[in-house]
Each structure stands twice: as structure tokens, then as C-alpha cells.
């Protein structure tokens, strides 16, 4: 999950609600792949525009590897839940590339990414072809200000936290940095790749 109070002008990215920087949501609906219920939600770590989120319930983790690793035009996908009023509580996949090392401005602490990115992305894991983190999913290039500045609008210009930053920050809290799984090094098949993003990814409502 991804905060605004620092965005750089012409990023669009999502904020924190004020129901979440109260720490503490009863009765939240959270909707997976699976089954849906309801939960309290508390927020036990927040920095860098991440925050560590603790909810009521069992939930399929991901192995995470460091962003060094991944290079320019490697495969990216992402579940996410974009515009569920709109489009349905189902899980959506998105696919595409690195399309550079580094975000806008050349900010290092980022990718950009070609994978379609839309309200409900945000805060998605970016996994790679072996189903490792690589990144999280974060913001997009804000078509107005692209519009007012070159004329046309722009295709696919998002960008994700580097998971160096993910891991910087998850293995700073102990009760976590303990249960991180070890990347995977093996093939993986597509298929296998995004089953697994699916069951790592819900849905939190805020109201």
C-alpha cells in the first residue's frame, strides 16, 4: 500500500485513507480469490509509502527477491482489483516488462512498468517469471500533466517500489523478517506463477 503526502508532480499516486492512519478498521470486508469475510485491520509498520498491514486470518505469502536482480525487459505481472465497482470483485491479472531500471526522474527507488496499471493496482505485488516480489506496484504517469507537456497522452507509464525497499523494510520488523520465504530459483510455469500471485492477493474495503 502506497502513500501520496510526498508525490512528485505528475505521478498520480494512491493515498492512505484516513480510516487507515487511524491504525486501527473493524469490520472491514476482505475479498480473495477464494472466500470473503470480515476483519480487523491494524496497521503495525508504515514508511516509505509502505505500510505493514495485520488482519484476522490466514493468507498465502510470496518469496521476495532483491530488485538487483531483475533486469531491463524481464516479464512483470500483477493481481489486483481494479475499480470493483465497475468491473467486479474478481481478481485481474496484468501483464508486461521492465520498461526501465529506474521511475520518473530517474528515481532509482523505482521501476517503470508497461503492465497496465488502474485504481486497485496500487499496493499489488510485482512478481517476475518465477513468481518472486521484485516490486510493489505504486503509481502511474499522470496523463494531464503528460498531455500539457508533450501533446499526447501516455501508454502505460507506471511505475513500482523496487522490493530492495520492500525488504529493507519488512526485515525491519521481527515478527515478519522471520517468516520471509527464500527466493524462488527454480522455472516456473505461467500459470503456476500467477495462481500463486492470486492467492496472495485480497481485497480490503474501506468505507
Known sequence: MTDSSHAEKGIQRPSLCSAFQSCRCQNLPIYSSVRSFVSTLRIIFFTNGLALLKADGQFASLPI?????????????????????LQGFSPKLAKGEIASLSGASDDPRYFQVSLPVQPGNSGGALVDDRGNVIGVVSAKLDA??????????????NYAVKSSLLLSFLESVPEVSA?????NMADEKFEDVVKSAQQAAVLVLVY
Open 65 to 85: 527477491l532483491p530488485s538487483r536482480s531483475a533486469h531491463l525487459g524481464g516479464m512483470v505481472a500483477t493481481i489486483g482489483f481494479p475499480d470493483p465497482s
Open 144 to 157: 494531464s500533466v503528460a498531455l500539457a507537456a508533450s501533446g499526447s497522452l501516455p501508454e502505460n507509464v
Open 179 to 183: 517468516k520471509l520465504k527464500a527466493p
